[in-house]
T-cell receptor, first 115, second 111 residues
Framework: NAGVMQNPRHLVRRRGQEARLRCSPM?????VYWYRQLPEEGLKFMVY????????ESGMPKERFSAEFPKEGPSILRIQQVVRGDSAAYFC?????????????FGQGTRLTVV | GDSVTQMEGPVTLSEEAFLTINCTYT??????LFWYVQYPGEGLQLLLK?????DKGSNKGFEATYRKETTSFHLEKGSVQVSDSAVYFC??????????FGSGTRLQVQP
């Protein structure tokens, strides 16, 4: 059973370009979470999705950022018109369900560098 | 809102030394508590967890006890190894919601 797969591992974009980050959850997992980690900081929650639904986007910036988790295919985190401050590591986690005893499994992250 | 506070690093220890990384939390509900470890260039791996008061999570020689009265979940290991060098994150999940993380504590173990 493959783990959470994120790609690309590293992504370089010029200011103003779009960045698309992909996350394939573990098999059988229908809950996906995106987190952002700035250098030397902890992870900040961005968005929680289930298949075809955004459950909680309270951590998403109001502009330029969007996320989806379609019925088929990976979850996508999309950043439009990137700026230098978007440079960070973006981690995806998945879980089979929610609840007190549910573990979230993390991918290896996508490291976005905006030049 | 929910929050997690960890001791600042880096923590530098010699091999076989005793490790404590402090973690306290604030939550409106009754959260589950976690410690995650991040090795250089990697994602986070769950190290241990506890879901109710007085539970002790343990794994690979690491332990942490859920202390509701002091709202703490301190990480301990009796004898650290060089291979334990990593960043350790304390986290909570309240009512099954997304994880709230502390800022992380970098551990450096010297031979």
């Amino acid at each position: 059973n493959a783990g959470v797969m994120q790609n690309p591992r590293h992504l370089v974009r010029r200011r103003g370009q779009e960045a698309r980050l992909r996350c394939s959850p573990m098999k059988g997992h229908s809950h996906v979470y995106w987190y952002r980690q700035l250098p030397e900081e902890g992870l900040k929650f961005m968005v929680y999705l289930q298949k075809e639904n955004i459950i909680d986007e309270s951590g998403m910036p109001k502009e330029r950022f969007s996320a989806e988790f379609p019925k088929e295919g990976p979850s996508i985190l999309r950043i439009q018109q990137v700026v230098r401050g978007d440079s960070a590591a973006y981690f995806c986690a998945s879980s089979p369900q929610t609840g007190r005893n549910t573990e979230a499994f993390f991918g290896q992250g996508t490291r976005l560098t905006v030049v | 809102g929910d929050s997690v506070t960890q001791m600042e690093g880096p923590v530098t220890l010699s091999e076989e030394a005793f490790l404590t990384i402090n973690c306290t939390y604030t939550a409106t509900g009754y959260p589950s508590l976690f410690w995650y470890v991040q090795y250089p260039g990697e994602g986070l791996q769950l190290l241990l967890k506890a879901t109710k008061a007085d539970d002790k999570g343990s794994n690979k020689g690491f332990e942490a006890t859920y202390r509701k009265e002091t709202t703490s979940f301190h990480l301990e290991k009796g004898s650290v190894q060089v291979s334990d060098s990593a960043v350790y994150f304390c986290a909570l999940s309240d009512r099954g919601r997304a994880l709230t993380f502390g800022s992380g504590t970098r551990l450096q173990v010297q031979p």
